[in-house]
């Protein structure tokens, strides 16, 4: 639009400037005629010889008011009128006590100059459109790349760090002589280097902290073996209790790296939903209420779905406070969904709006955890399909809702 409106002024303005230029030259050179005979029929009508071939006419009474005033201050003029109905341009001058006017011919002028104004005007017209549909054009392959760019800058938000507007724009049609070369282009490279850059150094944290807890796994399973030859007694009860936490960060750290990774798959197989709950609560022997609202059989890998639920129920025990509740519901689209509630001080500021961070709780000294539960189960939902969303209830604590894929028309396997 801000391309036609330009045009269409462009034009508009073109086409002022040329009538203005034309119609005053041809204007111009008619007068000077109608002017060259008002001073021939002057001469003749002061020798007082005939006027014969001029359009002369003395105190004319269709001589136009203005410039019959003008004659009569002494003075001399000329003008577009009309004589015996037909247009006109007069030129008129004082001869004596007369009013001496002459008049030539203006109808073939003004059509010249109107069949002009319409030569101006479809060619401005056809200019602006021709500009407007080339304008049109640019804007349309600019905007198409520039989607194609946004619509990669996407993906890489998501999570995809191997989506590139290079190879977007490859699979498009080809386009000679513009790669390269434009700002498009710029933004399209700059975005496909940071990340590039992006995903070399997540790739990098990845492999080291995958290096780092498979090299402390082989040596703490030796601690650990080794721990149960001292002696009972308090000392070897501190000493197990911690090398359990780091056993079990080592087993969490394995885990994020394959998570990250991307290649993990979901063994499916169809379950009832209320009684896998029932099984991962209970196995957790923490005191946590379990509510079946609605029956429901979901296809989903049973183990990843422990994990998650575990994970959730066992963070709303450490930082959280009792009653813990999970619920199995249905959402308003049928789907089935999980929830799972704490009554403590709910979720923080930080959490809501960034998602689980690891090795970031929100226990005072990061005395209760390393903040890696929830990370772990935002990653395996990610596996398994399922929306995963925290929020703080209206009357207190921490809540968190498991949106599960649509129910399975397959008949349920026992967990």
Known sequence: MTVTAVCCAVAAVLGVLVHNAVAHQTVGQVRKETRADLDTALDLFEYGTSREGINSVLDSPELPA????????????????????????????????QIMAVWSPYGNTRRSLETFDTAILGSAILAATAVALAGLFLAQRISRRLTSTAAVARRITAGDLDARVGDAQARGPRRRGTAGRDEVAAVAAALDSVAGSLQSRLQAEQRFTADVAHELRTPLTGILASAELLPEGRPKEMINDRLRALHRLTEDLL??????????????????????????????????????????VVETDRRRLDRILTNLVVNAHRHGRPPVVVTVGTAPDGAPTVEVRDHGPGYSDDLLHHGPQRFRTDAPGRGKGHGLGLTIAVGQATVLGITLRFDNAPDGGARTLLHLPHPSPVHPRTP
């Open 66 to 97: 203005p410039l019959r005033q003008l004659a009569r201050d002494g003075k001399r003029g000329s003008m577009v009128g009309t004589y015996r109905g037909q247009p006109v341009m007069w030129a008129a001058a004082p001869a004596g006590d």
């Open 255 to 296: 885990e994020i790296s394959r998570l990250d990774s991307g290649t993990e798959r979901a063994d499916l197989d169809s379950y009832d939903l209320g009684t896998l709950v029932e099984r991962s609560v209970r196995a957790t022997g923490l005191d946590t209420e379990v509510r079946i609202e609605a029956a429901a």
